[in-house]
């Protein structure tokens, strides 16, 4: 792990150790690249516990996945009060925050409440294939997409948004590279509707030491496609969507936004590379260029889809995940994408996950994909 | 469909027709049956549209899954005011309800806004195999426990729950025998926080034309079990649990209750049969007497299992399941089971399914199944 070929020479990358032990790195866009200076100035002397281990997971036996059983996750930071925002600079607060700097551009630290980490002290086994578990080996890490605990990403310049392109495809790399790692999911959650408990606008990265349900299901799929017609379902996929054109969004040289025809989610985009690429990594700099402009116009249209009764937009709640090729299988067939999804449903409306998608994974949409489409080339 | 062995000679049922076409089924389980009676004063007479029909479901190509697209039920009622519940016998407000009658026990009708129906109008089509659709054929059912608007499912009487058994085996016999339909589902949403929009207490049945995604997968599970030991995967995990005993809440002669090993879930229960059997219309009298009173059981201590700032139990908002056999296909490996589940995490906190479980399908549980089970017997 000493190069940094993603992050490329505008972008200065430093490594450093929290008091507990956890890793954080740096990545200074701009002059005078202050975190990688300031961090020198600045100790984590915070009187932590030692650094976080794996918990257990758990198969489950009746559906074949995977279940992380996290207790100690439970008491995790929730809403934390204004001036002890773990994810601000330190200093700004009253106390010491997760980065020991002053200021920072983007930064990457290993979560301090994982659900899966590099080292395990799990000894608990079962003698019973039936109830089967194993380490939660992997790693969970935060992506901090800039020091102003009042944005978010949609308020990120292109610069900044092409910086966190490149550090998306640092970590991807490095994560890939872990013995345990089978598949890393890069993916951002916005708004209290979704759960989220830190308001400062960050993302998060899961490296899973399996393939989880949902992947599994989409590289079989990719599999089987692939098998008959011995091309990319995901190519495949964008060609009926540019060819029948009434749910495209966006159409860039290099990316294209569109509703997919069988969208779940009241809003659902994905938002797909021209070009055949696995995963960020392989992305080249024409394309992380576009990306960060396309996202951005993507994620401004997001925000005036909904209009609140004074006329004023809504800050949409969205998951927004990258899908990429597992790390050691499917490599051939999988296809990059990101999927940005919310469950608002109509201004103050949620849907929600009861029965039919909760119960057996049967998914009722009540908005036409053909219409959301619509609405979002509309506030273009 | 004249012949209908489930409900017994106890139970009366009358089955009629609402204004815009939908059937209504009465089961009358207590002298003078008085729905039945009733219904002969009452006519519906409200200037409904016509009997609703089917919309599109569409094929995610990415998935393989079914994804109903209902955008007519965007409409649909939302919390209405009180003297408006469209669940109450009509005469008790000031308008007609669903229900043409002065008083009922249990009654069953056609959803008015149904994601799957007996009959379309669907034309659309794409020649486009990876847009695939189909009109979303099937039926969608609303079950009334009872009349009284302020009960719920854990207030009722062991008979009229042993009633509501009767009429799930009913609704399952009569549905598995509607062509379109490959699988039957009956659960129950309950509490705002899983986002029910009317507190009259009920529950739903949806009959599906595809087997939904989670189904697919247990079967998958199963059927490889089966070939692998010739055994069903349900009972021998029923064996596991009982020999481990840690996770056990309640022991019947011919139920238990048990948290399961890889719970995903904060709250998660499956109640699961002593016998083999694929689905409700196969329980014997002593079972269907049994389950009446374990499920009772089973939800008083659901409902006493947090305790508000005040010391006061808190109704639990919980999501009720019930996994049956397939109606064409795998009926011979799959074995009946309750799943309930719910997302409340502690008083006032909720487990929202952000990003792992949303995008990839890769759940943490922050709760350790033992100590749910414990805490579920402590509450007995």
């Not at 489950?60 to 009060?81: C, E, K, Y």
């Not at 979560?111 to 194993?134: H, K, M, Q, V």
């Not at 495209?248 to 969208?263: E, N, Q, R």
């Not at 055949?276 to 992380?288: F, G, H, K, S, W």
């Amino acid at each position: 792990m000493t190069e940094h070929p993603e992050v490329g020479t505008r972008v200065q990358r430093t490594s450093t150790t929290l008091a507990d032990g956890r890793e954080l790195i740096y990545f200074d866009d701009s002059e005078p690249y202050l975190s990688g200076a300031a961090r020198r100035e600045v100790v984590d002397e915070r009187p932590l516990d030692g650094r976080p281990t794996a918990g257990t997971m758990r198969l489950d036996a009746l559906t074949g996945d995977w279940v992380s059983i996290a207790d100690h996750r439970q008491n995790r930071t929730f809403m934390p009060p204004a001036g002890e925002c773990p994810l601000c600079p330190t200093g700004g607060g009253t106390m010491p925050s997760e980065i020991p700097a002053h200021e920072y551009d983007v930064v990457v630290f290993e979560n301090r409440f994982p659900s899966f980490a590099t080292e395990s002290t799990a000894t608990g086994s079962s003698d019973d294939p039936l109830l089967g578990n194993a380490p939660a080996l992997g790693r969970c890490e935060v992506v901090c997409f800039t020091s102003d605990h009042g944005a978010s990403f949609s308020s990120l310049s292109p610069a900044r948004a092409r910086t966190v392109v490149d550090v998306w495809a640092d970590r991807t790399l490095e994560l890939s590279a872990l013995d345990a790692v089978e598949d890393v999911f890069i993916f951002e959650n916005r708004g209290e509707e979704i759960g989220v408990t830190l308001h400062h606008p960050h993302g998060q990265i899961y490296a899973y030491p399996f393939v989880p349900a949902r992947t599994a299901a989409l590289l079989r799929q990719a599999t089987e496609h692939h098998r008959k017609t011995g091309r990319l379902l995901g190519a495949d996929l964008l060609a009926a969507e540019l060819e029948a054109g009434s749910r495209v969004v966006i159409k860039g040289a290099h990316w294209t936004a569109y509703v997919p025809y069988a969208a779940r989610w009241p809003l659902e985009v994905h938002l797909v590379p021209k070009r055949d690429v696995p995963d960020l990594v392989a992305l080249d700099d024409d394309e992380r260029d576009e990306l960060a402009e396309v996202y951005l116009d993507l994620l401004h249209r997001l925000d005036r889809y909904y209009e609140g009764p004074d006329g004023a937009p809504i800050d949409l709640p969205y998951i927004a995940g990258w899908h990429q090729a597992p790390v050691r299988q499917g490599r051939e067939v999988s296809r990059l994408h990101l999927q940005v999804m919310s469950i608002l449903r109509a201004p103050g409306r949620l849907k929600y996950l009861a029965g039919s998608e909760s119960g057996v994974g049967a998914w009722v949409n009540d908005v036409s994909p053909e219409a959301v489409a619509a609405r979002l080339r509309e506030v273009g």
